[in-house]
């Protein structure tokens, strides 16, 4: 699942460089929670709750249905 979920982060971080932003994979639990670190200008952004769950948790969700949550540290 790991790789999988690697993939989508990949496809998903372009779009989050392109406004300074960027993302870090720092685990994928057996329990379907895929833990993120936000940096750059996401890291602080008051719209980074909204990126992290309506962006990268909703398309990883479509994407790899074992993830059921996404959260940041």
Known sequence: ????????????????????????????????VVTVRLVGACQGCPMAQMTLKNGIEKSLKQEVPAVKSVVSV
């Open 1 to 32: 699942m790991k790789e999988e979920v690697k993939k989508v982060i990949d496809r998903i971080r372009p779009s989050l460089q392109a406004d300074g932003g960027d993302v870090e994979l720092i685990d994928v639990g057996d329990d379907g």
